[in-house]
């Protein structure tokens, strides 16, 4: 698309890591628990209740502001979002307006740099579900109201991606910030992060910025690349056939792979904000902002160059391995102990992390010089792993019980390659004759006498005795 330029922000909804719900004391519960089974007088909407704000969200919502860069201003407070939908049976939300948790911050990915607005606190809405058959014209609706009132991090990006891929990247090593320093599991198929890209294109060298469209709840980074390239298509088709680009909310349909329009778009003073008055502002304390950052751990952009730096890792297996900080902590400690960096990479990348459970770092570092130094071949080294993943005794352990240790005593190797050649003349008498394929021949024989005998003795000896 040489002639247009793409411009994306990003919204992206995230539920932190907490206990209970945003405002009250019902559990955020699970995906799958019966409906309406954590709800209370305050998440009802009921009258006469007071919201508390749940401090767990606030601290996750600073962790993820001191993480992004931000600065974190000394006033906060809340306000409410004035809109009717059944799934909000309050008639408002409770979110920030104009003087959010956090503004002002940056995340770098891929060496680029993302701008943050703003991070800020709200509350999740209930969900409703549609049933009825067309035939009868019998409809019915119901509302579950477990989710409504968890809480929501709302991490507002600037337009700085400039295409799908940058979109999903960014998306991506946000969620692994989250992880890393504990705010979220943002695990998107628990709805955990939402994203909500808005898009709009210009022609090249012009300043003006297009008319934008903003596409809700996206749950997956495949659709959400999907739906931005699809989006962009659009829009350029529709500016060329000479139409214009209305500002709106759209959807996404998994099943059609297109968006959809769902609604014009609402602006602020739509929504009458105004400060919540069942809530005091908050005067958030400078010390503990302080400890919260002194908490943090290393995080993954500075985690990823140690890796390269410190190890010598290639760049892919650097960025696979820090993207998870439990794997990462694994590595590096494994790699300590067995001394092989590379090694040690290979087998937390092809094995370790597809097993999904992890070794300890002494065990994994065994099996890594056991296969190294040629005690036991790689299969061997992979049946070892997966029996020390599973029962947990240790891999010399494991090796002694099951006999699995390669024989590399020379002259127990010596004694079956001479067998082998006693009890094989032709082979032998055709080696002689130039038959280089014969040696192979004579090797499948001692591998079938003795599996144990280390391989590369075996041959060295084969070929000695033959010469
Ligand atoms: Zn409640």
Redesign the pocket.
Known sequence: MPDWDVVIGMEIHVQPRTRT?MF???AVGQLGDPPNSN??E??LGLPGVLPVINKAAVEACLKTALALNCEIPVHTKFDRKNYMYPDLPKGYQISQYDLPMSINGHLEVDGRRVRIRRVHLEEDTGKLIHAGDKLHKAWESFVDLNRA?VPLMEIVSEPDIRSADEARDYAQALRTLLRTIGASEAEMEKGQLRCEPNISIRRYETDDLGVKTELKNINSFRALHRAIEFEVKRQIEVIEAGGTVVQETRGWSESEQRTFSQRSKEFAEDYRYFPEPDLPPLQLDRAWIEDLGRGLPELPASRRARLLSEYGLPASDAALIAADRELADLFEAAAKASKNFKATANWVIGEVAPSGKHPSPAHLAEVVTLVGTGRITRDQGREVLAETLNGGAAPSEIIARRGLAQVSDPSAVRAVVVAVIAANPRAVDDYKAGKKQALGALMAEVRKQAPEADPKAASTILQELLA
């Open positions: 719900k009250c004391g019902c709800v209370c305050v998440c009132g």
